[in-house]
T-cell receptor
């Protein structure tokens, strides 16, 4: 069964510093990959997704993630974080070979804490 | 993306009572609705997938007689936790996917259930 690993439960970082949130998934079969962000007291919001094509995908607020099939990774990066980026970030994958291709498997989340 | 609401946002009930949670897609007709449960410090776990007008598909280990799902229309799905017990206390989150982009889910803000 597909699984998603987010090794870092918490990532503290100072404002304007770069950050990388790691995500690995268990299978190299055809997958869609997602990063969702959950701000305090809000629901999950889609940050970016990889479906096909270019392996580097970008969000409107400066985040980017690169699909690496050989390493089964989809790490999220931002070159310079802001205080407002403080949130919980979830990596998710859908397995296109499963009976329910719309089913999302989530990682346990990474809490990004940006300090001034 | 779609705007999804949930009601109530928070509910406290006595053990043995039933609780109904509503999930509404406010601006799109949802092809499919999903119900997740999130325990503290854990990832979202899919409970069931719901299509309008048909029976929900439950994930392994989820009791369909305990967690009743009614997807009455393309904009409304309800989850009823029957005879709730303290171990059912959790954060319940719904999401929707839209025709033409079923791979992407849009999440509601969640409902915090506390069973005393």
């Amino acid at each position: 069964a597909q699984s998603v690993t987010q090794l870092d439960s918490q990532v503290p970082v100072f404002e304007e510093a770069p950050v990388e949130l790691r995500c690995n998934y268990s299978s190299s079969v055809s997958v869609y990959l997602f990063w969702y962000v959950q701000y305090p007291n809000q629901g999950l919001q889609l940050l970016l997704k990889y479906l096909s094509g270019s392996t580097l995908v970008k969000s409107i607020n400066g985040f980017e993630a690169e699909f690496n099939k050989s390493q089964t990774s989809f790490h999220l990066r931002k070159p310079s974080v802001h205080i407002s980026d403080t949130a919980e970030y979830f990596c998710a994958v859908s397995d296109l070979t499963s009976y329910n291709t719309d089913k999302l498997i989530f990682g346990t989340g990474t809490r990004l804490q940006v300090f001034p | 993306g779609a705007v999804v609401s949930q009601h109530p946002s928070r509910v406290i009930c006595k053990s043995g009572t039933s609780v109904k949670i509503e999930c509404r897609s406010l601006d799109f007709q949802a092809t499919t609705m999903f119900w997740y449960r999130q325990f503290p410090k854990q990832s979202l776990m899919l409970m069931a997938t719901s299509n309008e007008g048909s029976k929900a598909t439950y994930e392994q280990g989820v009791e369909k007689d305990k967690f009743l799902i009614n997807h009455a229309s393309l904009t409304l799905s309800t989850l009823t936790v029957t005879s709730a017990h303290p171990e059912d206390s959790s954060f319940y989150i719904c999401s929707v996917s839209l025709a033409g982009s079923e791979e992407t889910q849009y999440f509601g803000p969640g409902t915090r259930l506390l069973v005393l």
